[in-house]
């Protein structure tokens, strides 16, 4: 399924959760190499709101941000493992380098970014309180990163 379509079938799924007095909430992000990390962060994400938006990096933004050896793994692999996931209710694909886009498109209720940001700081965040709506962070489980795993692989690699 291409972008746009993912996207006219999304808003349609949004306005039919907010009009059953659903909560949306919407996080994003690459997912490269699934971890514990991802997993406790989407949990968390999800218990905020009734439904769990993922907006997905796209293999060609994943590459522009983190380096022409990235992603590991495809964009239908990783849509595949998050909507697996019982904490997440809809993925959905975006190529731009940010998802202003697809925030100010989907306009969730609850806009969630993990880390260390400020709310302020957030992509998306003025056009979501624009609409009624509200941002937070959750912090990260220490230890776990897609960076620091794909070093540990790299490093039995090298050993075999």
């Known amino acids: 399924m291409n972008h ?3 996207w006219k079938d999304a808003v349609r799924q949004v306005e039919s959760w907010k009009a059953a007095g659903k ?3 919407l996080t994003n992000g690459c997912f490269d ?4 990390g991802h997993i406790d962060y989407l949990h968390k994400a999800r218990e905020l709101g009734d439904i769990l938006i993922v907006g997905l990096n796209d293999d060609d933004s994943i590459s522009r941000l983190k380096g ?4 590991i793994n495809p964009i239908n692999d990783r849509s595949i493992m998050l909507a697996a996931l019982k904490s997440v209710d809809l ?20 806009l969630v970014k993990g880390g260390d940001y400020k709310p302020d700081e957030i992509v998306g965040a003025q056009q979501v309180r624009d609409n009624g709506g509200f941002v937070t962070i ?3 489980v220490d230890g776990h990163s897609t960076s620091s795993l794909i070093k540990r692989i790299q490093a039995v690699g090298q050993m075999a």
């Open 91 to 110: 993925v959905v694909p975006f190529s731009e380098d940010t998802p202003l886009a697809l925030i100010s498109t989907l306009l969730p209720d609850i």
């Open 138 to 140: 959750i912090t990260f």
């Open 4 to 6: 746009r379509q993912a």
């Open 33 to 36: 190499l699934l971890h514990p």
């Open 23 to 25: 909560t949306v909430v």
């Open 68 to 71: 022409p050896e990235r992603p």
